[in-house]
């Protein structure tokens, strides 16, 4: 136990300095080598941590091996006395001559609350009786628990998985890990309303500091002294959700009146929706062992939007152009009776390493169209349609598309995307079930009293009985001792 005494403190002590040096080390050391080597970037992760717990781990292993059986036995095997004379060394001792002596014994010991065992030797009879047995298992327990903990805690620093999301709404984000898709529904950015000291803006798009709120108004001082000047207004024309340039040169929301973000998602697996979902700050969403956090937000500016898909057709001596609006149902293919739909339209086509398409950028480097053709009611062919290239990839069709144009809208200003943080750990089953045990071993050690008893009982053959009677309890001697001169003050003394 001092073995692991000593891992725990050095544990704590490098970890102290790895954490020092990672905050008082300049950022280009960061770079060095033996700065990446002993991990000081991510101390809890690095491999001397790892080792360090893993000899701790191994030294409450021995510890527990070691101590378990003798510990079980104290505090489940019974132990008997037969000569009196073992009893006289006891803390509790007395002595008595009395009448039916093994039932007065037997009702003392379980009034004391004993758990009574009786058995006869020798023309003896023999009591043990004991309370409290389980706190013998309790240190047992603990360091169970705390080896759980530990293997545990390595289980989540190998196996951490953590990464970030982001999504639009109406977005679909997934990645193969997961085994569900998460469909982006709604994002909203929630702010605290007109309060003291808040920098707000009025109908009129001029912005002031509040300097005193009344039930349905605000005085709001506007410019510096001495040229300040404060005017009230009522709370309903103040706005306390506007923005102001971002570093990037683009418009960002005052983050100083922001309360809080909120993500609406649905919960996809395959094309089936599971359920619903809100997640904010402290509610995230978990599903399947993983964890979405609400972290922040992004502001995408202007975002190159597309309408409508316009291809070039030919369908034997058939030849001309369509439109086709993007997601907006089926188009008739012209001398034909057949049916055109796109659903997707990416602005720059690429496949990720899984080969699952995705928009690189939203610039117009690489547009592609999915296209579906129907006929009497089902689908007759697919593929992605590219601009400028006569081939198609992924799929057939029953004639002949050319991507050549597309038409679009920007949409911007105020269009924000959620980023959500997704974390995966292992080993916290571990370390949860570890807590527990851990807590009820200190429950058991702490909260419960080991008492032992035994009485001896020698029949004298005038009716009437020597009685042996002795108890030891550790903990507490003069709490206990009040109770056991209460119990055997019937006895006749001798």
């Not at 628990?145 to 709404?169: D, R, W």
């Not at 300097?211 to 300040?228: I, K, L, M, T, Y």
């Not at 200003?413 to 370390?431: D, F, H, N, Q, S």
Request: contains cysteine; proline residues 5%.
């Amino acid at each position: 136990m001092k073995f692991a005494i000593w891992i725990l403190v050095l544990a704590a002590a490098l970890s102290l300095m790895a954490l020092l040096a990672g905050e008082l080390l300049p950022k280009s050391a960061s770079n060095s080598l033996l700065f990446q080597l002993l991990g000081l970037g991510d101390p809890f992760r690095s491999w001397w941590f790892r080792l360090m717990l893993g000899i701790l781990s191994l030294s409450l292993i021995v510890c527990v091996i070691e101590r378990a059986p003798v510990l079980f036995k104290l505090a489940f095997v019974r132990s008997f006395r037969e000569d009196p004379g073992q009893l006289g060394a006891m803390p509790f001792f007395t002595k008595a001559i009395v009448a039916d002596g093994d039932a007065k014994v037997a009702g003392i010991l379980r009034k004391l609350g004993f758990s009574v065992v009786r058995k006869e030797a020798d023309g003896k009879i023999i009591f043990s009786g004991t309370s409290g047995g389980l706190s013998r298992i309790g240190p047992v327990l603990s360091h169970f628990g705390m080896l759980l903990l530990i293997i545990g805690g390595l289980a989540v620093s190998l196996t951490t998985y953590k990464t970030n999301v982001v999504g639009v709404p109406g977005e679909i984000v997934e990645l193969p890990e997961w085994g569900f898709r998460l469909k982006i529904d709604d994002f909203r950015i929630i702010y605290y309303p007109v309060g003291l000291n808040m920098w707000v803006e009025t109908l009129e798009g001029r912005r002031g500091k509040v300097e005193q709120v009344r039930s349905d108004s605000a005085r709001v001082v506007f410019g510096a002294p001495p040229n300040a000047r404060s005017i009230w207004f009522p709370k309903s024309v103040l706005k306390t959700d506007f923005e102001i340039p971002g570093d990037g040169g683009g418009m960002m929301p005052f983050q100083g009146n922001i309360k809080s973000y909120r993500s609406s998602v649905t919960i996809l697996e395959g094309d089936r929706e599971l359920y619903k979902k809100e997640i904010e700050v402290n509610n995230p969403l978990r599903e399947r062992g993983y964890r979405f956090y609400q972290s922040s937000f992004q502001a995408l500016g202007f975002q190159t939007v597309i309408d409508t898909a316009i291809f070039h057709y030919e369908n034997g001596e058939a030849h001309g152009e369509i439109r086709v609006k993007v997601g907006s149902g089926q188009v008739p293919l012209p001398g034909s009776d057949l049916l055109v739909a796109v659903p997707q339209f990416f602005n720059d086509f690429k496949l990720d390493p899984e080969f699952k398409p995705f928009s690189a950028t939203n610039e117009l480097n690489n547009p592609a169209a999915r296209v579906e053709v129907f006929q009497n009611g089902s689908q007759v062919g697919a593929s992605w349609v590219f601009a400028r290239a006569d081939a198609h990839m992924a799929g057939n069709l029953p004639m002949t598309l050319n991507l050549i144009d597309a038409t679009s809208s920007q949409s911007g200003g105020g269009r924000y995307a959620t980023v959500l943080e997704v974390t995966k750990e292992g080993g916290r089953p571990i370390v949860w079930a570890g807590f527990f045990i851990m807590t009820i071993g200190l429950m058991l050690t702490y909260m419960l009293t080991q008492r032992q008893a035994w009485g001896i009982v020698v029949k004298r053959g005038d009716g009437r009985d020597d009685v042996y009677l002795a108890a030891n309890s550790p903990k507490d001697p003069e709490h206990f001792r009040g109770i056991w001169e209460e119990r055997i003050s019937g006895l006749q003394q001798r």
